[in-house]
């Protein structure tokens, strides 16, 4: 997931839209997915680019 489906407040869609895609895979080739369907990745709890480095206290 891109940081920018985060800020823009579309990860449900976007985790949706995955799954469908995969469901949809996985009806067309279920010859390729004989252990399980397969799942999107779970949502990140945050996203972004060049996230600030944490300091240790002192430096």
């Not at 469901?23 to 999107?40: G, H, L, S, V």
């Amino acid at each position: 997931m891109t940081p920018g489906t985060g800020r823009q407040s579309q990860p449900q869609a976007t985790q949706a839209t995955r799954a469908t895609a995969l469901d949809a895979t996985c009806a067309a080739a279920a010859e390729r997915f004989i252990n399980k369907p397969q799942i999107p990745p779970a949502m990140p709890a945050a996203t972004g680019i060049n996230e600030p480095k944490i300091r240790a206290p002192g430096h």
